[in-house]
C-alpha cells in the first residue's frame, strides 16, 4: 500500500497474481467497487451515461496538514470512466467529466448496485500483488521484474505511489476543494490482455491523484 510520506523510497509495482472475487476488498482492477452507503454511480458530464469501473486501490493517505500529517487513514481509491459510445467524452482529462475517481473511508463499504444499461464493468478481474523494488524509475523497475521473475511486461500492472512516469507532460492536477497539486497515489497499466484492459488510447496509462485533507482524487491518462 502507498503512503504518502514515503514515497520516494522504493518504487510498488503493482502485479498481477490471478483472478479475484469481483467483491474483494483488495486492490484489483475489475469487479464491482465496494462503496459506503447513499453512493451514486458516477455518470457521464458529455453523454449522461453511467461509467465503467476501472480500478479499486488500497492506499494509505495522511489525514491532514502541519501537525496533522502524521495521521494515516486507511482509504480506498476508486476509478471510474465514460466507456460509452461513440467515445467522444474527453474521458481523457482530469476536469472534463468523462472520468471520476473516488477517496473512500475503507470500513463500512458494500458492494454498489451496478446499473444495468451502459458500459459499467471490465470483462476481467485481477487481483494485485504490491511489490516493493528499489528505488528506480517505474519503466526500470518495471523491466527488471519482468527479466528477474521471467514473466511479461504486461503482468505488471502499473504502480502503487513513487513518481509518475509520464507518457507526456507533466499533468498533475489541482485538488478543487484547496487549489494546492495533488499527491500522486497510482499509474495504471491498460492491462495484461489486450481483449479485457482498460482503453486508454491504446498503449496508454492512467494517473489517479488524491488530496487527502480535502478528501478528493482526480484521475486523467496519457497515451
Not at 465496494?34 to 480500478?55: D, N
Not at 527479466?147 to 505488471?156: C, H, K, N, T
Request: charged share 15%.
Amino acid at each position: 500500500m502507498a503512503d504518502l510520506r514515503f514515497l520516494t523510497v522504493t518504487t510498488t509495482l503493482m502485479t498481477y497474481t490471478g483472478p479475484v472475487d469481483d467483491h474483494a476488498l483488495v486492490t484489483r482492477t475489475g469487479g464491482v467497487p465496494l462503496v459506503p452507503a447513499g453512493f451514486t454511480w458516477p455518470r457521464c458530464a458529455a453523454c449522461s451515461g453511467s461509467m465503467q469501473f476501472l480500478a479499486q486501490l488500497l492506499v494509505n493517505a495522511p489525514g491532514g496538514r502541519g501537525s496533522e500529517a502524521a495521521a494515516v487513514a486507511e482509504c480506498v481509491l476508486s476509478v471510474f470512466m465514460c466507456q460509452n459510445e461513440p467515445g467522444l467524452c474527453d474521458e481523457w482529462d482530469p476536469v472534463a467529466g468523462g472520468n471520476r475517481a473516488l477517496l473512500l473511508p475503507r470500513a463500512g463499504l458494500t458492494p454498489a448496485l451496478v446499473p444495468a444499461e451502459d458500459e459499467t464493468l471490465l470483462s476481467e478481474t485481477c487481483g494485485i500483488d504490491c511489490t516493493a523494488t528499489d528505488a528506480v524509475p517505474y519503466l526500470e523497475a518495471r523491466s527488471n521484474w519482468s527479466q528477474a521473475y521471467g514473466r511479461p511486461l504486461r503482468d505488471v500492472l502499473g504502480q502503487l505511489g513513487g513518481v509518475p512516469s509520464w507518457l507526456q507532460d507533466d499533468e498533475t492536477p489541482a485538488c478543487p476543494s484547496c487549489a494546492r497539486p495533488m499527491s500522486f497515489m497510482a499509474q495504471l497499466e491498460e492491462g495484461r490482455d489486450h481483449r479485457t484492459a482498460m482503453n486508454f488510447g491504446g498503449g496508454g496509462c492512467g494517473y489517479a491523484f488524491a488530496c487527502a485533507p480535502c478528501k478528493e482524487a482526480s484521475f486523467l491518462w496519457q497515451c
